[in-house]
């Protein structure tokens, strides 16, 4: 099974990150230092962003309209959808990837969400393929 977490970029703390180092590796997945600052606090955490894009979609079992931009004729964008269905085995041996066909998402192994929802198990919410609905009003 692949999830999805919503959210395009994920900030992790030290141990969040430790998760991802443990469990992919190092060509899949990328860290960058940044900051959270709140009101008298600065919070040191990591940019976490998967390193591979891979296209995601059964086309013959999903229900899509597609996006088609003018300038990138070749690529596919999901504008709207009543059913999405990932191919069998979409991510091999890869534990996270970004979904091409909607590039804002990223796509995670069960075992990548277990180690997540183990150590935050309210931070992230997790979607599986068939309860992703896409209702853009306009990418024209």
Avoid at 18 to 36: D, H, L, M, T
Avoid at 53 to 69: A, C, G, H, M, N
Avoid at 110 to 130: M, P, Q, T, Y
């Amino acid at each position: 099974m692949t999830w999805a977490p919503t959210g395009s970029i994920a900030i992790v703390s030290d141990r969040l990150k430790f998760v991802f180092e443990q469990i992919c590796s190092a060509g899949e997945v990328g860290f960058y230092p940044c900051e959270i600052r709140f009101k008298d606090i600065t919070k040191e955490v990591w940019a976490v962003y998967p390193l591979t894009t891979k296209l995601l979609v059964d086309r013959q079992q999903s229900e899509i309209e597609w996006y088609v931009p003018d300038l990138q004729p070749k690529e596919l964008i999901v504008k709207n959808s009543t059913k999405i269905v990932f191919q069998d085995d979409c991510l091999g041996d890869l534990n996270i990837c970004r979904w091409r066909e909607s590039r804002g998402h990223v796509v995670v192994s069960e075992k990548l969400k277990a180690g997540i929802e183990n150590v935050n198990s309210h931070g992230v919410k997790f979607l599986e393929d068939r309860e992703l609905i896409f209702r853009q009003q306009s990418l024209d």
